[in-house]
């Protein structure tokens, strides 16, 4: 189990990312035509990487970046699941200083037939 360096709750940068400068950001500003031109120069070059490289740049600038689509499966030994469960919950139950009861939940989610009975 990973251990955290910091409790929950707690940042190891409660006063946030570093502010830029504002000369730094005038200097930036001053140099954005210049730069918004070699990428209208890269788009119409004659290196098909470059061209794409450009294209996506100027879209990512003005439309924003696409938004990441995952598609997820994973395949899970509920039995090693639920004992993995019930020693966390063990863990939990005993690091406590009170006599708090815990209720376990172990009613199997009604599901279809995986196909894998026989690998057990």
């Known amino acids: 189990m990973a251990k955290h360096l910091w409790k929950p709750g ?3 940068n409660p006063s946030g990312r570093p502010k830029t400068p504002d000369e730094v950001k005038e200097m930036l500003r001053a140099l954005t035509p210049k730069a ?3 990428l209208g120069e890269a788009l119409d070059g004659d290196d098909q990487k470059l061209r794409v490289t450009a294209a996506q740049e100027i879209l990512n600038r003005t439309l924003g970046r696409p938004h990441a689509t995952l598609d997820v499966k994973a395949t899970v030994d509920s039995g090693q699941a639920h004992l993995q469960a019930l020693v966390s919950l063990t863990a939990l139950a005993a690091s406590r200083k009170t006599a708090e009861v815990l209720t376990i939940d172990a009613t199997p989610a009604l599901s279809a037939p995986s ?3 026989s690998d057990g």
Do not use: A, F, L
Request: cysteine-free; overall charge neutral; hydrophobic content about 20%.
């Open 10 to 12: 707690v940042s190891g």
């Open 115 to 117: 196909g894998n009975e």
């Open 36 to 38: 918004v031109q070699r």
